[in-house]
């Protein structure tokens, strides 16, 4: 009877005692596992990234190579084509710290809950564009291996070749597309881009499909066309609505370019461009910007300052020391702290089916889509404020006065993608390079590290070059030196 009654008062302490186990042993300074929703908000704001790099890499280097910027300090050296390291590298030094790691772990969260493929397809997107800004910007980059310190312990990723990088990038946007439908993504308001509409994700991804379809124009023309028309047949924007980008803050998350504008006076608008727009009666050129010293806005009043100069040199040479008498970016319109940041427009999409037309006689009118895109790019700017409306009726007196001209068709598209990507020089630099257009005259600054050539690329981080020493070496081995002219594989 006594055996009896200890065996009973064992059975209960064991399952008392294995009742409250994993509470038990739950590690109370251990972080609960953060939502998925949550963690794409931060995604997508870490793709729109901070001051750092859209300072150094976006405006310093790539706004002024392609000359929609020019500027008065020598420190800017992407029109002087002098060589700062730590400015080159800075999207790769932030993208991969943020961007590139909360991706791929958030990938493999939604792998571990048993999510639906439609959140897996919103991430992968995500993933494309951050890998294509990257691989756009450095050629051979980690991408195979990148990421993953964490989830994987691979702390010294290997460099993958830009040829294998994009077929793989596409592969997931068309998977991606096919795994969207018409309904509301279960990321719901989390999702600060699109709030989780599944249609318009689905056309983003197509629309980035022929972004990157047409970047393979040099290297595979018949790969080109057979993605371009893939993108097409799936579907791509269809309005304004349908904008990839992210909105800021006046307090928190604060837009990366506009607080440039607030720390550095010292950009402004490039001669180039504004001859440009003046030249063509443009109604966007007091939109995007204001004489320095008044902030008059009358077009009369917008000079644009020559690329390749800077405040000294500009007095040598002209005896001229009042940088304020020329044009800068609209404080007004385009500074404020909650502006938003733009990956890809409806209007870019319209240029680029105009090209598609243009090359292989698809995707609709060249002309059609060629007045389409510039109506697009007119109107988007009310995304930065009311106060940047254009009339109608002056956009239609835009386009009778500089009427699409087939015979040059595809440096008149581009020409406007330029005008339409300004402040997205990272998709600027990339179709310049790509194209040809516009057709951008070099400067010779003294001591540049070109020859006088506009760069092709950007430098890696210089601490590659010891912490992961043999895949570094085997990147440049095989892409090229890593100089600002060694160009990537498509833009051979």
Known sequence: MRKIFYLLISILVITSCDEGFEELNVNPARPVQVGAGTKLTAVQKFISSERYDNWRAGMIYQSTMMQHIATTAGYWDGDKYTWNRGYCSSLMDRYYGNAIKSVEDLLVQLDEEGAPDEMKAITRILRVFAFSRLTDLYGDIPYSEAGKGFTEGILKPKYDAQSEIYPDLLKELEESAAALSSGTSLFGGADIIYQGDQAKWKRLANSLMLRLGLRLIKVDPSGAEAWATKAINGGVMESNDDIFFVKHEVTQNRNGISEVFDADGNPRMSKTFIDFMQSRNDPRLPILAARRGDQSTDPADLQGFPNGLDAAMLLAMTGEDNTNAYAEPNRAILAGFDAPMIFQTYAEVRFMLAEANVRWGIGGDAETNYNAGVRAAMNMLTLYSDD??????????????????????????????????????????????????????????????????????????????????????AAIAAQGPDLLTTRVWWDQ
């Open 388 to 473: 940047a409306a254009i009339a109608p009726g002056d956009i239609t007196a835009y386009l009778a006065s500089n009427p699409y001209d087939g015979a040059n068709g595809l440096e008149q598209i581009n020409n406007q993608y330029w005008v339409a990507t300004f402040l997205n020089e990272y998709e600027t630099f990339a179709n310049w390079r790509r194209t040809g257009f516009p057709v951008l005259v070099p400067v010779n600054y003294p001591g540049n590290e070109t020859g006088g050539t506009i760069p092709r690329r950007l430098t890696y981080t210089e601490s590659e070059a010891t912490n992961n020493a043999d895949n570094y070496a």
